[in-house]
């Protein structure tokens, strides 16, 4: 028996997820994105199976609908696939950075009694689009799972059955909580990496060579603010209230920093990169 997946945006995370279920020979893969080139890139690279005319006749005949779009436009799209013709039984889920605002936005489909379970494959890069799509990229990586809170855990189950070919490492979190993490782990780190390019673009215009010295350490934290503006201004807006926190940590850190260093105090500066160092040197 075949089984359908509509995967609704065609770039570097639906691309990749495509070509990782495509492992399983059962499933048959439609794609849909805005972009015709984009999904005939797809087509013709063999990463799906056809392309839809449009995001509604994706969604028409799917057992799963997975939207891997930039999290406005999944909010969007969620929100009007309430009035979509779709299969009572079919399980609607995402690939957004974002889990709170996608769960909340999922709310009038799970209403409507269609199951949603957010999804946040924790694996990406900072090149975007279907020419950088790999089937290897969610190996080994956290794939996070939000289920809604009344969800059957039988459709949980049937979704980390169509993922595991992914190979990726399946984690199921409240959404809140991913969230919070991700705020850490990724989003504010972000911030942080474009806020350290910017600092070197506005330094050069006094000294055009510190360009050149910016090498080794300093491409290592921020090889990030390559990423896609307009993704992480959807990401940072919609996880808004963690990054404000995040920040006023960072601000106390820092200011703690200036004070070590106008106190001149060795001890404290040593402590400060030994604790980093611990503390980095066994992350797994
Ligand atoms: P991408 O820019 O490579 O691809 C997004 C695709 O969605 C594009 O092809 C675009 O044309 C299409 N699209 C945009 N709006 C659309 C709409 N309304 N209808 C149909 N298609 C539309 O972005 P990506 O890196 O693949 O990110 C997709 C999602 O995955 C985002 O929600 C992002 O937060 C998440 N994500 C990204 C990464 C990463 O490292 N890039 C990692 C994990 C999760």
């Known amino acids: 028996m075949t089984t359908n997946v509509s995967i609704i945006g065609l770039g570097l995370i639906g691309g990749s997820l495509a070509l990782a279920l495509k492992r399983n020979p059962e499933l048959i893969i439609t794609g849909f994105d805005r972009s015709y080139k984009s999904a005939d890139e797809a087509y013709r690279r063999g990463i799906i199976d056809s392309v839809a005319p449009s995001v509604k006749a994706a969604a028409k005949e799917a057992d799963y609908i ?9 909010v969007q799209l969620l929100q009007e696939a309430v009035t979509w013709d779709m299969k009572s ?3 609607v889920s995402d690939t957004g950075s974002t889990k709170k605002p996608i769960m909340s936005a999922a709310q009038g489909l799970i209403e409507k009694g269609i199951t949603f379970i957010g999804g946040h494959p924790m694996a990406g ?10 089937g290897h990229l969610f190996e080994n990586a956290y794939y996070v799972l939000t289920p809604a809170e009344n969800g059957h855990p039988d459709d949980l189950e049937r979704m980390k059955t169509l993922l595991t070919v992914t190979r990726g490492k399946l984690a199921v979190l409240d959404a809140a909580e991913h969230d919070q993490m991700t705020a ?9 990496a474009s806020s350290l390019v910017n600092m070197l673009s506005s330094q050069e215009q006094g000294q055009p060579f510190v ?15 390559s990423a ?9 807006v919609q996880n808004k209230e963690q990054l404000v ?3 006023d940590r960072w601000l106390s850190e820092m200011h703690s920093v200036r004070k070590m260093l106008n106190e001149s105090d060795p001890d404290s500066i040593q402590q400060f990169f030994d604790d980093a160092k611990h503390f980095r040197d066994n992350l797994p």
Do not use: C, E, N, Y
Not at 66 to 74: L, R
Not at 125 to 134: F, Q, R, V
Not at 211 to 221: H, K, M, Q, S, T
């Open 89 to 91: 039984s079919v399980i």
């Open 211 to 225: 360009r050149r010295l910016a090498a080794g350490g300093f491409r290592d934290l921020t090889r990030i603010a």
């Open 125 to 134: 890069s900072h090149k975007s689009g279907i020419s950088a799509a790999i």
């Open 184 to 192: 850490v782990v990724s989003h504010f780190p972000h911030i942080i």
């Open 66 to 74: 997975i939207f891997a779009v930039p999290v406005a436009a999944t």
């Open 245 to 247: 926190d995040q920040l």
């Open 228 to 236: 896609d503006p307009v993704m992480w201004r959807d990401i940072t």
